[in-house]
């Protein structure tokens, strides 16, 4: 028996080695246990908005405010 997934033949739409935000301003990776299900196979957090990637621009404007942009599951 197939899983949900397989069924589908869903992709990841995610890249697990960057960053992203979501809607909640949560901040994370696109691993599957971090950025979740929906996320990860769809590109949209559980609110139904996209998730975004956070840029060079995004990091060094976060940077600017002394903040530092990481996932919050791993601290990539």
Request: contains cysteine.
């Amino acid at each position: 028996m197939k899983t949900f997934i397989e069924d589908r033949e869903l992709a990841p739409v995610l890249r697990e080695e960057e960053l992203y935000l979501g809607d909640d301003g949560r901040c994370f990776c696109g691993r599957l246990h971090h950025a979740g299900m929906t996320a990860h196979f769809i590109g949209r957090d559980l609110s139904g908005r996209p998730v975004h990637r956070v840029t060079e621009a995004d990091q060094r404007g976060a940077r600017r405010m002394g903040v530092t942009l990481s996932c919050e599951g791993c601290r990539q």
